[in-house]
Antibody, heavy 127, light 113 residues
Framework: EVQLVESGGGLVKPGGSLRLSCAAS????????MSWVRQVPGKGLEWVGR??????????DYVAPVKGRFTLSRDDSKNTLYLQMNSLKTEDTAVYYC??????????????????WGQGTLVTVSS | DIVMTQSPDSLAVSLGERATINCKSS????????????LIWYQQKPGQPPKLLFY???IRESGVPDRFSGSGSGTDFTLTISSLQAEDVAVYYC?????????FGGGTKVEIK
């Protein structure tokens, strides 16, 4: 059974930093392409960033509002995905979800949509 | 960036009646080389993360009831619930993965009338 468990959320002041973790199990994490998606409580979904597997280059990509402030990384030995968030702003307040990308059965390719989601961790940026 | 626009923002439908949700992309999400629409539908119930319903615009995810259907191509897409059940109360989102940044529609809240 696939499990994604986020941790590390909490209350932080504007300008502060926080590191989120996502512990993965039940699938081959080292081969997986992963993303973070966030949601302001009561509002819609916003993709934050993504990271490919190391064998596929390990490249990262981010949505414009977080570029230069957020960094995705992964530790395949620990089956864990990270999101380092620096220079936090009040508008970063949201529930942050860790997600897996679907691997197409027919082609073997990973596609950038999300088949498994964690329960999320709440980040509150407030003075 | 591809902007995804959903309509309506919310709708109330009687049990057993049809619910129709629209999603429009600001540019085509149909990839000509494989003739696939890079369009996804998710369902999110209160207090839960989103759940994948459809991929490639119309391929139903395993376990999704067949009262749900996805259709459309290019820039215009539709999610239809043919006979609304109480457990279908949720917010529904579309998402494009044609290009980065990946973007979602604003969501459509479905309620019981």
């Amino acid at each position: 059974e696939v499990q994604l468990v986020e941790s590390g959320g909490g209350l932080v002041k504007p300008g502060g930093s926080l590191r989120l973790s996502c512990a993965a199990s039940g699938f081959s994490f080292s081969n997986a392409w992963m993303s973070w998606v966030r949601q302001v409580p009561g509002k819609g979904l916003e993709w934050v960033g993504r990271i490919k597997s190391k064998t596929d280059g390990g490249t990262t990509d981010y949505v414009a509002p977080v570029k230069g402030r957020f960094t995705l990384s992964r530790d395949d030995s620990k089956n864990t995905l990270y999101l380092q968030m620096n220079s936090l702003k009040t508008e970063d307040t949201a529930v942050y979800y860790c997600t897996t990308s679907r691997r197409d059965i027919l082609t073997g390719n990973y596609e950038w949509y999300f088949d498994y989601w964690g329960q999320g961790t709440l980040v509150t940026v407030s003075s | 960036d591809i902007v995804m626009t959903q309509s309506p923002d919310s709708l109330a439908v009687s049990l057993g009646e049809r619910a129709t949700i629209n999603c429009k992309s600001s540019q085509s999400v149909l990839y000509s080389s494989n003739n696939k629409n890079y369009l996804i539908w998710y369902q999110q119930k209160p207090g839960q993360p989103p759940k994948l319903l459809f991929y490639w615009a119309s391929i139903r995810e395993s376990g999704v009831p067949d009262r749900f259907s996805g259709s459309g191509s290019g820039t215009d897409f539709t999610l239809t619930i043919s006979s609304l059940q109480a457990e279908d109360v949720a917010v529904y989102y579309c998402q494009q993965f044609y290009s980065s940044p990946l973007t979602f529609g604003g969501g459509t809240k479905v309620e019981i009338k």
